[in-house]
């Protein structure tokens, strides 16, 4: 729901004088898209601050639209949420990506763990951990390879509930992450109770971090808090030296961004050299 205004994908790129057409027509296509896999998952290397090593990789969907080309989940998810559409969506996501990464490993190939992120809605339905548990066992990937990535909004409806099932997940030896930390309305306070391993800075106040001293300091307060909870902490959108480095002094943990390699296609990380971004 983040663009409320024109969009609908622009009345779904202008074929629709009315954006109600333009949903119900969208809303159909995601249905074939889903019907004849034109969704397609690219990968984005997430690196140690302090070495650049690749230590895990990040799953985002695209979509390869016949007509439109690939097009970006910014476009898509919001509207996925809203019909539903994304618990099938979504599911398809993460078994796609556990197959991807256990048939990697099974050829030998080098792998690397894999962050999924999870839609609130898919998080919150009955037999999502059961689903997720089935999923490792068909694919046959390693839980430690298998890393979810969800918002803080898992908690505004049953903070409980979604706090006994990170705790189950971890037994699983499945790592949890806070995407987007620090955008969501939550107090600050409940990261005590939460047993995830890390947190991930939005790429909004990376994106200013070196001419906004109020981000800057939110930045470092969040890392410093994390620490102390001993969380990891994930800065996103890095597109600069200058910023790799100001996170670096911070001691943020882990970064990811344009700066080090985009998304790519599945086949491509293995290409990739040891430590980004390449001299
Ligand atoms: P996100 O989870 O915050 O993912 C990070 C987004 O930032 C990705 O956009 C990534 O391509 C982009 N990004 C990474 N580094 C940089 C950078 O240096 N500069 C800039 N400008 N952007 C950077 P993407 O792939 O378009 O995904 C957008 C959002 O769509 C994601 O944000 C996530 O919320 C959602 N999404 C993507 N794939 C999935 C999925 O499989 N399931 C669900 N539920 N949501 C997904
Ligand atoms: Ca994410
Ligand atoms: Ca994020
Ligand atoms: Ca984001």
Redesign the pocket.
Not at 116 to 119: G, P
Not at 236 to 239: C, D, K, L, P, S
């Given at each position: 729901a983040k663009r409320q205004g024109r969009n609908t994908w622009q009345w779904y790129k202008e074929g629709f004088r009315q954006r109600i057409n333009a949903r119900c027509l969208l809303r159909h296509d995601m249905q074939v898209a889903l019907r004849e896999q034109q969704f397609e998952?690219?990968y984005?290397p997430i690196v140690e601050a302090f070495s650049g090593r690749i230590r895990s990789v990040?799953?985002?969907?695209?979509w390869q639209h016949p007509e439109h080309g690939l097009i970006?989940?910014?476009e898509f998810?919001p509207l996925?949420?809203q019909t539903g559409q994304?618990i099938t969506?979504?599911r398809w996501?993460l078994r796609h990506a556990c197959q991807s990464m256990a048939n990697r490993l099974a050829q030998g190939e080098r792998v690397f763990p894999v962050s999924?992120?999870?839609?609130p809605l898919?998080f919150r339905r009955d037999g999502f951990l059961d689903e997720v548990t089935r999923i490792l066992d068909e694919t046959q990937l390693p839980p430690e390879l298998l890393e979810l990535?969800v918002?803080e909004s898992i908690l505004m409806r049953g903070a409980e509930q979604a706090i006994a099932l990170i705790g189950k997940l971890r037994e699983r030896g499945i790592t949890i992450a806070i995407?987007?930390f620090g955008t969501g309305f939550s107090s600050l306070s409940y990261l005590r109770d939460l047993p995830i391993h890390r947190v991930?800075l939005?790429?909004a106040f990376i994106q200013d971090i070196l001419t906004c001293s109020g981000n800057a300091a939110i930045v470092q307060g969040i890392i410093t808090m994390a620490h102390h909870m001993n969380l990891q902490v994930v800065a996103?959108?890095?597109?600069t030296f200058d910023q790799q480095r100001d996170l670096g002094r911070r001691q943020c943990d882990l970064l990811?961004?344009?700066?080090f390699a985009?998304?790519m296609p599945l086949d491509r990380l293995q290409a990739l050299p040891d430590r980004l971004p390449e001299a």
């Open positions: 998952l690219y984005q990040e799953a985002l969907v695209r970006s989940p910014a998810i996925a949420e994304i969506l979504g996501v999924v992120n999870i839609s898919q990535e918002t995407d987007d991930k939005d790429r996103e959108g890095i597109e990811q961004g344009f700066l985009k998304p």
